[in-house]
Every structure is written in C-alpha cells, then in structure tokens.
C-alpha cells in the first residue's frame, strides 16, 4: 500500500497528491501514513549504511528512508546532504543542569545551521513530487533560510513572510543570500502564519511550515538518528525547545514508529521547553490541556517566539504517548545555559539553550532525576543569533545578568601594556 494522508482527528484519508494540509471533513491536522508492513526495517538495515558516500542513503534523513518516504524514487530526492550531526556528551553541560550525563545532538551542525533542513528535503522533494514551482513559509528565521536553500537546489521560487523586527541577522542573511523573495511584514510570527497559508492557497503556491505534514517525516529522523548513535538504546529523557511544535510532534511519531517496528524496545519521555514569554503549551499543559489559549509571545529566544502553534494537537498527542511533561524557562535561564554550551566550545542559539535550561529546572522539579539518561536537541547554530551573544557577553541585554560573562579585553597598541594584561 502506498502513503497516504491521514486525519488524527477523524481518521479520514487523502491521497498524498493532494495539496491539502488540514482535513478537509473536521479541520483536523493530517499525517503522513506509510506502510511499514512490506519494509524491511532493521537495526541491521540502518547500521549497514553508515558510512556509506551515495546518495540517498549517505544522508542523515535518506539513511532511515523506509520510515521517512518508502515510496519516493531516489532520483525525485532533493537533498543537501543534511543530518549527520553529531551527539555530544558534555559534562560541562550535565554538571550544570544536575544530571550524571547529558547528550547533546547538535542540529546546529546541518547544511543551513539548522534542525529544518531535514524537514526541508522532505518538504521540498513533495513539492516537486507535485509539480510545484513555488514555495512559501512564515518564519522565525531558520525555515525560511533552509526553505530558501532547498528551493534554490530545486529551481523553485521561495517565498518568505519574515516579522519586520526581531529576526536574527544571521538568519536573514540566509534568506536574501540563497535568493528567496523577502517579505518583511508588520506583523508576529503567528499573523504571518495565517497569511502565508490565505495567500498561498489563493496563488497556488506550496507551504513549507510545519503545518505540511512532509516537514514532520524529515524531522523524525532526529530521533532515528541520536537513538542509532546510541547503540539504539532508549535514553530516559528527550529534552526539546517547543515553538511551532513541529519537532516535538516529529519526535512523537517518530519515537512511536521506531517501537512499532521493534528498532527500540521501550520509549523515552519527551520534555518540551518554552520561553516563559511564548509559553502556551506550557500553560495548556498545566491546565490540563482545558481551553487552550494562545499568547502574545516575548522572548530573547526569537526562534520561539511564538504564541499560537500550530501543531498543537500532535505535540499534545506525542506527550500522551510518552509519558511527557512540559517546562518553561526565563530568558535569563536561557541565555545562562547557552553561555554553558558556548563555553565548551559547542555553541547553539538562545532557543536551542532551552533544552540545557529546562533539564536543569525539571532537575530541579524532581521531574528528571540525577541519574537519569538525558538526550537534547540542540536546535540551532552559534552564528545565527551573534547580537544575542555579544549583547550578553557585553551586559547589553536588558533584564539579563551575564552570569557567565567572558568580557571582551580593551589594550593600546603597547607591548608592555598587553603582556601586563594577560600576566
Ligand atoms: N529552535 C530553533 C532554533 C528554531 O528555529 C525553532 C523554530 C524551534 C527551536 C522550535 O521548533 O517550531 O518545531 O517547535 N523555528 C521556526 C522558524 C518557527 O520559523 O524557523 P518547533
């Protein structure tokens, strides 16, 4: 049988030719549903591939191509290569947060300098699977710079519906560079959410933002991937920033397959981590998932800033199925654990520091304990947010101590005086 799109609502069914993002019967948010049934899905199979310089396979996403798209001809894959990033146990990292280990998986380390890219090449591979010659995205700043990516590799037009302030330099540096259309509009994230959708669905153009289930089964691959760096033994902990909720609803679905087809023998709980400022699933959590509100989001961690997601429904799905608990952390708390993460060396952007900030917090909860096994994602690279850090390390950011300061140094153009200095 091949994929199909299918309602987690109402479980009505749509051909994946369909350009068709929500359920056209309840509104409901769809799934890509592959038949498992006649692959032959191994740790063997998966193992076999590393190492491999071919493509599809030698990609981070392709590798685990049974589980992400069976169906698709190889010669029809628009891929960067992406994927291969590497886990990293820091103990720098775990002593901060309380915890005898963490890993943290470095989705910073993709072609783009960010975890999208693997929901790019899926994204965009189904559009030109369609036929499609123009794509579209709202953005924070890390989809639009890899949707602009992946559309330049496709010969497609990328068209991306930007916030006017607030959006990390390096991110929109990506965008312009790569030769999207940019839009800069007066309005948040989630405004430029629902217009990117009205606009495009007037103009006949493909939307790329997570709400395009396709995005989701590139995303999996992260869970594929760490749970294969780890000997596919199952951690205790998944720790993720929440935004849009498209990881977190990934890393559900792909954690559900992987025990489905026996790769893992038991799931890990999912942590998802809000800025305090763009916190609603957290405060839906905490009511019990009763009258979902959205938010006015403020935050440092402008990846996140984002009041009303719009994958809701599959992040609280994905937290059902684990055992999952949801957090929020000052953006205090967050640029602290990104200067801990920075300093080993590794570095990230503010929004991906919510994994280290939130394990620490739910450490302290009581919620994870010290020895559980702890795996979170880091979502986004150190370059892409450089005024964040330099305003930090500067005591420029309004509101935040650099408790972690490392404070740039000021010489004359002396010898004496410098080797003073640094005496
Ligand atoms: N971390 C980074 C660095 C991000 O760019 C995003 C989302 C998230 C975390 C949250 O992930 O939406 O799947 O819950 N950025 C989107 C964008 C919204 O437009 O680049 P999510």
């Given at each position: 049988?091949?994929?199909?799109?299918?309602?987690?609502?109402?479980?009505?069914?749509?051909?994946?030719?369909?350009?068709?993002?929500?359920?056209?019967?309840?509104g409901?948010?769809?799934?890509?549903?592959?038949?498992?049934?006649?692959?032959?899905?191994?740790?063997?199979?998966?193992?076999?591939?590393?190492?491999?310089?071919?493509a599809?396979?030698?990609?981070?996403v392709?590798?685990?191509?049974?589980?992400?798209?069976?169906?698709?001809?190889?010669?029809?894959i628009?891929?960067?290569?992406?994927?291969?990033?590497?886990?990293?146990?820091?103990?720098?990292?775990?002593?901060?947060?309380?915890?005898?280990?963490?890993?943290?998986?470095?989705?910073?380390?993709?072609?783009?300098?960010?975890?999208?890219?693997?929901?790019?090449?899926?994204?965009?591979t189904?559009?030109?699977?369609?036929?499609?010659?123009?794509?579209?995205?709202?953005?924070?700043?890390?989809?639009?710079?890899?949707?602009?990516?992946?559309?330049?590799?496709?010969?497609?037009?990328?068209?991306?519906?930007?916030?006017?302030?607030?959006?990390?330099?390096?991110?929109?540096?990506?965008?312009?560079?790569?030769?999207?259309?940019?839009?800069?509009?007066?309005?948040?994230?989630?405004?430029?959410?629902?217009?990117?959708?009205?606009?495009?669905?007037?103009?006949?153009?493909?939307?790329?933002?997570?709400?395009?289930?396709?995005?989701?089964?590139?995303?999996?691959?992260?869970?594929?991937?760490?749970?294969?760096?780890?000997?596919?033994?199952?951690?205790?902990?998944?720790?993720?920033?929440?935004?849009n909720?498209?990881?977190?609803?990934?890393?559900?679905?792909?954690?559900?397959?992987?025990?489905?087809?026996?790769?893992?023998?038991?799931?890990?709980?999912?942590?998802?981590?809000q800025?305090?400022?763009?916190?609603?699933?957290?405060?839906?959590?905490?009511?019990?998932?009763?009258?979902?509100?959205?938010?006015?989001?403020?935050?440092?961690?402008?990846?996140?800033k984002?009041?009303?997601?719009?994958?809701?429904?599959?992040?609280?799905r994905?937290?059902?199925?684990?055992?999952?608990?949801?957090?929020?952390?000052?953006?205090?708390?967050?640029?602290?654990?990104?200067?801990?993460?920075?300093?080993?060396?590794?570095?990230?952007?503010?929004?991906?520091?919510?994994?280290?900030?939130?394990?620490?917090?739910?450490?302290?909860?009581?919620?994870?304990?010290?020895?559980?096994?702890?795996?979170?994602?880091?979502?986004?690279?150190?370059?892409?947010?450089?005024?964040?850090?330099i305003?930090?390390?500067?005591?420029?950011?309004?509101?935040?101590?650099?408790?972690?300061?490392?404070?740039?140094?000021?010489?004359?153009?002396?010898?004496?005086?410098?080797?003073?200095?640094?005496?």
């Open positions: 049988m091949p994929s199909i799109l299918h309602c987690m609502d109402c479980a009505q069914q749509y051909p994946i030719q369909r350009v068709i993002y929500t359920c056209e019967v309840c409901g948010l769809l799934d890509v549903k592959h038949d498992f049934g006649g692959e032959r899905i191994s740790r063997q199979l998966f193992d076999g591939r590393l190492g491999g310089l071919d599809p396979f030698a990609s981070g392709w590798r685990y191509k049974e589980l992400v798209y069976p169906g698709i001809g190889d010669r029809s628009v891929s960067g290569m992406e994927g291969n990033t590497n886990l990293y146990p820091l103990p720098r990292a775990a002593a901060y947060a309380g915890v005898d280990a963490i890993y943290l998986k470095h989705e910073g380390e993709n072609p783009t300098g960010s975890f999208k890219d693997r929901g790019m090449t899926t994204g965009v189904q559009a030109k699977a369609l036929g499609m010659t123009r794509v579209a995205c709202a953005s924070t700043g890390n989809t639009s710079a890899s949707m602009a990516s992946y559309a330049a590799r496709a010969d497609m037009q990328g068209i991306i519906f930007l916030q006017d302030q607030q959006i990390a330099l390096g991110k929109l540096a990506q965008g312009i560079a790569f030769g999207a259309t940019c839009l800069q509009i007066n309005a948040d994230f989630d405004r430029n959410m629902e217009l990117v959708q009205l606009v495009s669905e007037r103009l006949g153009i493909y939307v790329l933002n997570s709400v395009n289930p396709f995005r989701l089964e590139g995303q999996k691959s992260i869970m594929f991937e760490a749970l294969q760096q780890l000997r596919w033994r199952t951690p205790d902990w998944i720790v993720v920033p929440g935004g909720l498209g990881n977190s609803s990934a890393f559900g679905k792909g954690l559900l397959e992987m025990y489905e087809v026996g790769l893992i023998d038991r799931l890990p709980r999912l942590a998802i981590v800025a305090e400022g763009a916190n609603p699933l957290y405060r839906h959590f905490r009511a019990g998932f009763k009258n979902f509100e959205p938010v006015k989001a403020e935050t440092i961690a402008t990846a996140i984002i009041g009303n997601p719009v994958n809701l429904q599959k992040a609280i994905a937290l059902e199925w684990t055992s999952g608990v949801v957090e929020e952390v000052s953006d205090q708390q967050i640029m602290d654990a990104k200067a801990v993460i920075d300093s080993a060396g590794i570095g990230c952007e503010p929004a991906s520091a919510c994994s280290l900030a939130g394990t620490k917090k739910l450490v302290e909860r009581g919620v994870i304990k010290r020895g559980d096994s702890v795996l979170g994602v880091l979502t986004g690279h150190v370059l892409k947010d450089p005024e964040a850090t305003g930090y390390h500067a005591d420029r950011l309004e509101g935040i101590a650099p408790s972690y300061r490392n404070q740039m140094l000021q010489a004359a153009d002396d010898i004496e005086a410098i080797v003073k200095l640094l005496s």
